[in-house]
């Protein structure tokens, strides 16, 4: 009995001490009454309902860990089309404005509608996002980064700022898009580009070959609805 006591007694201990709970004063085990001014004795029966509030502390932990994420939606807060669970299931997050949102990273999009919704800072990256629509959508910031965008519709979208390295456009529309200071590189892969009608290319770095064929391109004209720059001219086309 002495040696149970003394194991349930570190028990108590340990629980409390998690818990947050031991006394101010060093508790001790006695038979005898307790006479004012000395220390509170503890029971057998307050040993085993805090060793019970140890067992449980692991079991609440452990369903802490298979809580879902909370993500937001809606309003400034980015994707307010849920429809598409994929968009609120990604494997990762990203912050905007302070909050956390999904991000999509290696999902098949193809076919998705993502019109006319505030996507900014949404990475796509090494995702399949053909013939999406993404059609007067909030880009800026996002990320589509090794992501195939054959025939997706970006028309009117803003894509300021974007990471397109390593993105493909074959058959994308670009209409009057806003491609300013987007991050390119060698590997993207405009060629095939459906449209870049009114499109303002300014401050983003193309490669000599990209602007050669951008410049070539039948629809490499206009001017940018939004910010009125010239296409050919924001391309430094050699006209």
Request: proline share 3%; glycine share 8%.
């Amino acid at each position: 009995m002495k040696y149970l006591v003394l194991f349930q007694t570190t028990l108590y201990f340990a629980a409390s001490d998690g818990f947050g709970i031991l006394p101010k004063t060093t508790p001790r085990f006695n038979t005898e009454s307790r006479h004012e001014g000395q220390p509170k004795s503890i029971t057998l029966k307050d040993v085993v309902s805090n060793t019970a509030k140890a067992a449980a502390f692991p079991v609440i932990l452990a369903s802490l860990a298979f809580l879902q994420p909370a993500f937001a939606v809606g309003g400034e807060m980015g994707a307010t089309d849920v429809s598409n669970a994929k968009i609120t299931t990604g494997g990762a997050s990203t912050l905007q404005s302070g909050r956390t949102i999904a991000i999509t990273r290696g999902v098949n999009l193809s076919g998705a509608d993502f019109s006319k919704q505030n996507l900014k800072g949404v990475a796509f990256q090494q995702s399949v996002v053909q013939n999406a629509n993404f059609k007067d959508s909030n880009l800026v910031g996002s990320s589509f980064f090794d992501a195939t965008l054959d025939g997706s519709d970006f028309e009117n979208a803003d894509l300021s700022l974007a990471n397109v390295e390593m993105a493909q456009f074959n058959r994308a529309n670009l209409k009057n898009a806003k491609m300013t200071e987007m991050y390119v590189n060698g590997s993207t892969l405009f060629e095939g580009v459906l449209s870049i009608e009114n499109t303002d290319w300014t401050d983003t770095m193309l490669r000599k070959d990209q602007t050669k064929y951008l410049c070539n391109h039948p629809t490499a004209k206009g001017t940018n609805p939004v910010t009125g720059v010239d296409t050919r001219e924001s391309l430094i086309c050699p006209d």
